[in-house]
């Protein structure tokens, strides 16, 4: 069996798990090694039911957004970093955010330091969060870090929340279209059309299409549903590897219309990340490391990379990002004036806040072009069904007369 154990040595907690056949024998163990036991717990086996309650209370982003927006507020009113994660631990609700706010409690009265702590949930704390906490342990300054922090993940979590918005409509509107389609070809235009069948009448070409999709749909419809679940199962693997993700990302960079929202989100998260790590005290190389792992377009990455490189040989910023050809020329002049006057951190800051103002455009343009565009798709699929099963009945009763 599995136990997990919290003992004292050194006169420091340590937690870790151990293999055992009861609880008196980890006790032994302990002792006799020089601990001294505080609590010993059995790990229990998950089950599917444990597998899916895991999922849905697993820590969130804006979890996280909430823990760093309180904590700083705490840290800037005075009080220590264990004094607010007490506070914190009477607060929370949430089991598997709790559980993570005492291990990093435990960790930081046994030594560690905040951001050590942190490294241990790379699922719920990226390198950017790390850093910064870093920087701020070093400066002295970690409630105002954090403050900064929580502004840069609220405004994060704000324009996700818009472009989720945004593509929330579309994605029902086109997939009850097609749903609905396909209810009707398998289900209900087959009996619309067996009416023809005792009538000699010419069939027009789209009822003709349409009868054959409709006759298909009705032997293989399983077949249809499981290679429609299967395509898209192989389309998500794809994207996931590195091959697919040039291939997707770079699809989106050419789309129209979806090709500015994703240019100036990468720019918005870029500009305002560099800022806040600039002026926190963390060096532009590492800045750009940090940045290469928070962009999520495979290639702004390779620019970053490419920038990286450049800006380590001794180029300029703002060079660099005029030689990868990607950049927006507002971006390149204003690292250059920002690296010139000294305060490249202020300067990425207002482009962060100029990129934001675009990006709201962006979607905005986004929404109102892609709206005319479901319309026209859908009145197409109507239309289609509409002539192909009445065009017929009016042939039908022409030749009656």
């Given amino acids: 069996m599995q136990f997990e154990f919290r003992a004292l040595k050194d006169n420091k907690i340590i937690k870790r798990k151990i293999s055992a056949e009861s609880v008196s024998d980890v006790i032994k163990y302990l002792r006799n090694n020089g601990y001294f036991p505080i609590e010993v ?9 444990s597998f899916i309650s895991n999922y849905f209370s697993k820590v969130t ?11 700083a507020i705490m840290l800037n009113a005075g009080l220590t970093i264990i004094d607010a994660l007490e506070i914190l631990k009477k607060q929370i609700t949430k089991p598997t955010l709790l559980k993570m706010i005492e291990d990093i409690d435990s960790q930081i009265k046994s030594g560690n330091t905040f951001s050590k702590s942190l490294e241990k949930y790379p699922g719920a704390f990226s390198n950017l969060y790390i850093s910064l906490v870093k920087s701020g342990e070093a400066s002295g300054k970690l ?34 279209m097609f749903i609905v389609m396909f209810i009707m070809i398998t ?63 770079r699809l989106l960079l050419k789309t129209p219309i979806i090709n500015n929202v994703v240019q100036v989100s990468s720019l918005v998260n870029a500009t305002r990340t560099l800022s806040i790590l600039i002026s926190s005290g963390v060096s532009i190389l590492e800045a750009l490391t940090i940045i290469v792992d928070t962009t999520d377009n495979i290639i702004y990455q390779d620019s970053f990379r490419n920038i990286y490189k450049k800006v380590e040989k001794g180029e300029s910023l703002g060079n660099s990002f005029e030689q990868e050809g990607i950049f927006p020329p507002i971006l390149v002049q204003m690292s250059i004036v920002g690296e010139q006057t000294g305060h ?42 509409v002539i192909s099963v009445i065009t017929p009945i009016y042939n039908l009763t022409s030749s009656f007369k």
């Fill in 61 to 71: 982003f804006n979890n996280v957004v909430d823990f760093t927006r309180q904590l």
């Fill in 41 to 49: 717990t059995e790990i229990q086996k998950e089950n599917s039911l």
């Fill in 344 to 385: 490249l951190d202020e300067t990425l800051g207002k482009l962060s806040k100029y990129f934001e103002m675009e990006s709201e455009m962006a979607i905005k343009a986004m929404t109102t072009l892609i709206e005319p565009a479901i319309l026209l798709l859908l009145g197409f699929g109507v239309g289609f069904l």
């Fill in 187 to 249: 289900f209900v235009i087959p009996k619309l059309l067996n009416l023809y069948k005792d009538f000699k009448v010419e069939l027009p070409f789209t009822t003709q299409i349409l009868i054959v999709i409709s006759s298909f749909s009705v032997k293989f419809w399983p077949f249809i549903i499981f290679t429609v679940i299967g395509l898209i199962n192989l389309f998500q693997g794809y994207i996931k590897t590195k091959p697919g993700k040039y291939v997707f990302h």
């Fill in 143 to 176: 409630g105002e870090i954090l403050l900064k922090l929580a502004e840069n993940l609220e405004k994060e979590r704000e324009f996700k929340s818009k472009l989720k918005g945004a593509m929330v409509y579309p994605a029902i509107v086109i997939s009850a």
